[in-house]
């Protein structure tokens, strides 16, 4: 089993990425996602989760109003679409399974995906 989270990378104050987490040896669709990031001597934190079937959906604060969490099952595939960005969501962020989106939400996750590295410049 294996999460590849991908689409990181470095972008202006007031630019846009989009990650995306590509599951492999399982059905992304029988999971929930859930998308984290740490920055450098910070806790882990969530960023947004997403249901087996594309909701419900959930983000970290002060976050929903610039990213969104969406799946495309028949792709094995979630995404996240970051816009605004600012310095301080400079971070690695990653991918995880859980078994539902409430295990998500609980922390409860049974697969991580390696990270990619999210770099805002001011």
């Known amino acids: 089993v294996q999460l590849q989270a991908s689409g990181g990378g470095l972008v202006q104050t007031g630019g846009s990425l989009r990650l995306s987490c590509t599951a492999s040896?399982?059905?992304?669709?029988?999971?929930?996602i859930g998308w984290f990031r740490q920055a450098p001597g910070r806790e882990r934190e969530l960023v947004a989760a997403?249901?087996?079937?594309?909701?419900?959906?959930s983000y970290g604060d002060s976050l929903a109003g610039r990213f969104t969490v969406s799946r495309d099952n028949a792709e094995n595939t979630a995404y996240l679409q970051m816009n605004t960005l600012t310095p301080a969501d400079q971070a690695i962020y990653y991918c995880?399974?859980?078994?539902?989106?409430?295990?998500?939400?609980?922390?409860?996750?049974?697969?991580w995906g390696q990270g990619t590295q999210v770099t805002v410049s001011s």
């Open positions: 997403i249901g087996w079937n594309g909701g419900p959906t």
């Open positions: 040896g399982l059905t992304c669709g029988n999971y929930g």
């Open positions: 995880a399974a859980a078994y539902s989106y409430m295990d998500v939400m609980a922390g409860k996750l049974v697969y």
